[in-house]
T-cell receptor, first 112, second 114 residues
Framework: GNSVTQMEGPVTLSEEAFLTINCTYT??????LFWYVQYPGEGLQLLLK?????DKGSNKGFEATYRKETTSFHLEKGSVQVSDSAVYFC???????????FGGGTRLMVKP | GAGVSQTPSNKVTEKGKYVELRCDPI?????LYWYRQSLGQGPEFLIY????????DSGLPNDRFFAVRPEGSVSTLKIQRTERGDSAVYLC????????????FGEGSRLTVL
């Protein structure tokens, strides 16, 4: 079956530090890959996506590249801010199916 | 409203009671999903609707769980004979187009079963 594995948190960084949150997946075929973010007190929202191999998704300074050879979709940001503190979820959407499968989430805490 | 609305935001009930959780999706969104999120975990799929019909209910844990969407808009998740293990945040999401993975989530209904 489909599954997503992401690094456990919490990840604690100082402001302006570089961020990487690892995500790997298992799926048949060629799924679309997503990062969703959950800010405190808010619902999950789409951060970025990539639909095919070597695509790079980007938004709000965050980036992730779809790597089929390593079945990975790691999230990166060059300089985090306190406002980036949230829980980040990696997810896949299979090309033959109709629901998102999520990883367990990684909590990011950014300190001033 | 502009977003997905879920009510109640919090529900505390006693073991064995019946619970209903409501979801009002974004207007015009034909696909509606229910997920369950336990503390410290990612959302787990329960069921999704395309229009009025349940297109896939393979994630419902047992027959105590049931969901309806009679007019293709508002949906209700129903849980009978609640158990303490049902305690979680129940998330609803909607999508304008089925097949994209781009879902709009509500803030969830937190259910606590005592």
């Amino acid at each position: 079956g489909n599954s997503v594995t992401q690094m456990e948190g919490p990840v604690t960084l100082s402001e302006e530090a570089f961020l990487t949150i690892n995500c790997t997946y298992t799926a048949t075929g060629y799924p679309s890959l997503f990062w969703y973010v959950q800010y405190p007190g808010e619902g999950l929202q789409l951060l970025l996506k990539a639909t095919k191999a070597d695509d790079k998704g980007s938004n709000k300074g965050f980036e992730a590249t779809y790597r089929k050879e390593t079945t990975s979709f790691h999230l990166e940001k060059g300089s985090v801010q306190v406002s980036d503190s949230a829980v980040y979820f990696c997810a896949l959407y299979p090309n033959a199916g109709n629901m998102l499968t999520f990883g367990g989430g990684t909590r990011l805490m950014v300190k001033p | 409203g502009a977003g997905v609305s879920q009510t109640p935001s919090n529900k505390v009930t006693e073991k064995g009671k019946y619970v209903e959780l409501r979801c009002d999706p974004i207007s015009g969104h034909t696909a509606l999903y229910w997920y369950r999120q336990s503390l410290g975990q990612g959302p787990e799929f329960l069921i999704y609707f395309q229009g009025t019909g349940a297109a896939d209910d393979s994630g419902l844990p047992n027959d105590r769980f049931f969901a309806v969407r009679p007019e293709g808009s508002v949906s209700t998740l129903k849980i009978q004979r609640t158990e303490r293990g049902d305690s979680a945040v129940y998330l609803c999401a909607s999508s304008k187009i089925l097949g994209t993975g781009e879902l709009f989530f509500g803030e969830g209904s937190r259910l606590t079963v005592l």
